[in-house]
């Protein structure tokens, strides 16, 4: 590229710099020309050197080397995310610049820096300034590595885990064990409440405690029994295997809240199952099919038409979801009772999702990768429903179960305002 030249003039603390120009672009540089040959192809350095940054300007984005960290950053970018007052509004936090108006061809006119700040002058004059290390934490360099925390479990390392378990008095009255519970919901994909009234009403206070109530065909809080009042085998007492629930949404629920206010019977028992570990475990083992499951759409639905209930819900996606910056897992949506004709694909895709989807259900399926769980009065089971799979052993007798799903942005939204990174 013979655009990827520098020209540097002026040294100290602070070095300005103004781009070579080959006269294909609308900006022009008068310095050119008295400017020393030697300074081509240099890289700029703030000063000291190992303090402060050093860039490159090339043709179509600039490369900046801060700390260890090597960023490329497009010019349009940088005019983009202008945090000067008349670009960004930091009451609101909202972006004022009208993007539209950004010349797509647009080039820094001047650039100079100091140890912690870059300055960049635009050929209209306006000036934008980034702090290095804000730069360096929002990059796409400084970002792509980074993966959401998580302890990836079965059956021995949750034994092992030690699990810390809050009370309902505990939740309901510091902050601090609120923290604890979150940090520990987002780091397993499940977390217990204990010593909860085994009320609906105080399911529902833990529940707004940690977010929002997310209200579905199924109501707001959910009480149900095995009197098959709704059209799914969840309001009987037959075994369910592993799944998550409202996969027939086109963003199924985020998390599910579980509080057994009665059982008189036998079994009835409650299976987790880490699905981003059984995953994880095919993406190691068979890359080839956890790039099946991340790429082919399937359909789940919901039918339902019993006394006044008529619903019909249809969600598609990939069984895995994963980020494209970085294939970090964010979703699994596996119901093989609820996935529907499969008709997204032809058929040889088809077949291989078929032997894709068995490696992952055989990995899911695993007794190593089971916990079993008797839910009781006053314990409520919080589940992610994007990462942990969940099933009940079949039962007899009595038994009573209320909950609610919640919105997954909201509770994000109570860890983060707690400092909890996600
Ligand atoms: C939890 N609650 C009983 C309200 C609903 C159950 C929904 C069951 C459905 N098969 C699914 O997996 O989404
Ligand atoms: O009855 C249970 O324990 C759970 C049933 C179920 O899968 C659900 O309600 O989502
Ligand atoms: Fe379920």
């Not at 590229?1 to 100290?12: E, I, N, P, Q, Y």
């Not at 008349?86 to 061809?105: F, G, M, P, W």
């Not at 055989?362 to 314990?379: A, C, F, H, M």
Request: aromatic share 12%; glycine share 6%.
């Amino acid at each position: 590229m013979t655009w990827d030249r520098l020209l540097r003039f002026g040294s100290g603390v602070q070095h300005l710099l103004r781009a070579d120009l080959q006269g294909q672009r609308p900006w022009q540089c008068p310095m050119r020309k008295a400017l020393p040959a030697l300074a081509l192809q240099r890289w700029q350095h703030s000063v000291p050197e190992t303090l402060g940054c050093s860039w490159w300007l090339h043709n179509d984005h600039l490369e900046l080397k801060y700390s260890d960290l090597v960023m490329r950053l497009d010019y349009v970018w940088l005019r983009d995310h202008c945090r000067s007052p008349s670009c960004y509004n930091t009451k609101t936090n909202q972006r004022s610049l009208d993007t539209a108006q950004v010349d797509l061809t647009i080039k820094p006119s001047e650039i100079r820096s100091d140890k912690d700040t870059i300055y960049i002058t635009w050929p209209d004059k306006h000036m934008t300034k980034y702090g290095l290390s804000w730069l360096a934490k929002h990059s796409f360099e400084g970002q792509k590595d980074y993966v959401q925390p998580s302890v990836l479990w079965n059956a021995a390392i949750y034994k092992d885990a030690q699990m810390p378990y809050v009370t309902y008095n505990g939740l309901m009255d510091s902050v601090d064990e609120l923290k604890k519970f979150l940090e520990t919901f987002l780091l397993y994909g499940f977390s217990v409440v204990d010593e909860v009234p085994a009320s609906i009403e105080a399911t529902e206070a833990v529940a707004l405690r940690i977010g929002i109530i997310r209200e579905s065909i199924y109501g707001r809080m959910w009480d149900f029994t095995s009197d098959f009042s709704r059209g799914d085998t969840a309001y009987t007492k037959v075994a369910l295997d592993r799944h998550v629930d409202t996969t027939y949404f086109q963003e199924p629920c985020g998390v599910q809240l579980f509080h057994c206010l009665r059982h008189d019977g036998t079994g009835g028992r409650t299976l987790l199952v880490d699905g981003f570990n059984a995953a994880e475990n095919i993406r190691k083992e068979n890359p080839d099919h956890f790039d099946v499951l991340t790429k082919v759409p399937i359909k789940h639905e919901y039918i339902e038409n019993v006394a006044d209930y008529h619903n019909h819900m249809i969600g598609v996606g990939p069984v895995l979801n994963i980020y494209p910056w970085n294939n970090e897992l964010y979703m699994i949506r596996y119901n093989n009772y609820d996935r529907a004709v499969i008709n997204t694909v032809p058929y040889d895709v088809v077949h291989q999702w078929y032997v894709a989807h068995r490696a992952l259900t055989t990995e899911l399926r695993k007794p190593e990768n089971e916990i079993w769980v008797k839910l009781k009065p006053g314990k409520i089971l919080f589940v992610d429903n994007w990462r942990v799979l969940h099933g009940r052993e079949a039962f007899t007798g009595y038994r009573r179960l209320c909950g609610c799903y919640l919105t997954r942005d909201d509770v994000l939204n109570t860890a983060r305002f707690l400092g909890i990174k996600v």
